[in-house]
């Protein structure tokens, strides 16, 4: 069943022109439960590897923490958290000769940010032609970081920044956006600008003071390419994000029972942090495709 983002209750463009300028496309990827194949694009499903690539393992150390690997558990393989083939999400920068993205990560704390390190891997599908490989579950690690495996349902959106609005834009719009919430009960920062959820492109949904890297190749600042965020939807935000398609007949979200809203509001059961996301950084200017996360949490 394809995932419908509610039409934006009010005219953000007529309202504030001052954000057109900034506004971004994404895809919202909207992660449900399933048993996605291996050449189809998923959420902790199994993965195309190619048999001469030996599979990726972290040899990092961890610090101590609840989600620290067991003591002398070794090089600790990583886990699938995204496969996205160009046919479904043709927005990705795919580099030449290549046609499949993968993201792996090492399911426990690292010391950059206390979440799971996150891995880029950009392929050609058809030089993938080992057998599938199921997403390993490293021993002693914690569910909040192992995805559940789930079919995607891409929906293209078009967003506006929040954090990332230039101060002095946002300073001279601040009366504005108060006066319409009080008008409407719509908010500019919650319901009208940037989506919550696993997406590639637009906006960070940042918690915390915005955090972009520069390539450490050209010294720019790299794109935004892909966010994984614990939730789709938080307290403040579902009016204007929850799809048309789970909207419950009657009432609100927060009304149905607790398994059923999760499957909703956190299909892959996980948890980064306090309700936070990692956020995943390219750099289309330099060959090697340099990358960079970030985390942050409520």
């Given at each position: 069943?394809?995932?419908t ?63 620290a ?19 479904d ?13 993968q ?42 970081y ?14 506006y ?23 409407t ?50 307290g403040?935000?579902w ?24 499957m ?7 948890m980064?942090g ?6 995943l ?18």
């Open positions: 069943m394809a995932r983002t509610p039409p934006r209750p009010l005219d953000v463009e007529a309202l504030f022109p001052e954000v057109v300028p900034y506004r971004r496309d994404a895809v919202r990827l909207h992660p449900r439960p399933g048993s996605p194949g291996v050449r189809e694009s998923s959420l902790g499903g199994p993965v195309l590897w190619p048999r001469s690539v030996e599979w990726p393992h972290c040899a990092d150390d961890h610090p101590s923490t609840a989600f690997p067991p003591r002398g558990a070794g090089a600790l393989p990583l886990v699938p958290v995204l496969q996205l083939f160009a046919a999400v043709p927005e990705l920068p795919f580099p030449a000769g290549t046609d499949v993205l993201v792996l990560w090492c399911p426990f704390d690292h010391k950059a940010g206390y979440v799971p390190r996150p891995e880029l891997h950009w392929w050609d599908s058809a030089r993938c032609d080992g057998d599938p490989v199921a997403p390993p579950r490293p021993a002693g690690a914690d569910d909040d192992l995805p559940d495996p789930c079919v995607l349902h891409p929906e293209r959106i078009t967003e920044p929040n954090w990332d609005l230039p101060e002095d834009i946002a300073d001279a719009l601040e009366e504005r956006f108060e006066e319409v919430e009080e008008e009960g719509w908010s500019y920062w919650s319901h009208l600008s940037v989506a919550h959820g696993v997406k590639v492109g637009g906006y960070p949904t940042w918690t915390q003071d915005p955090y972009w890297p520069d390539c450490t190749g050209c010294g720019l600042r790299m794109d935004h390419l892909l966010t994984v965020n614990s939730r789709e939807f938080d403040e935000s009016r204007g994000w929850l799809p048309l398609e789970d909207t419950p007949g009657t009432g609100e979200i927060w009304d149905l029972p607790y398994e059923e809203r999760r909703i509001q956190g299909p892959p059961g996980l980064l306090d309700m936070g996301g990692i956020y950084f390219v750099c289309t200017r330099c060959p090697d495709r340099p990358y960079a996360y970030h985390s942050d949490c409520s």
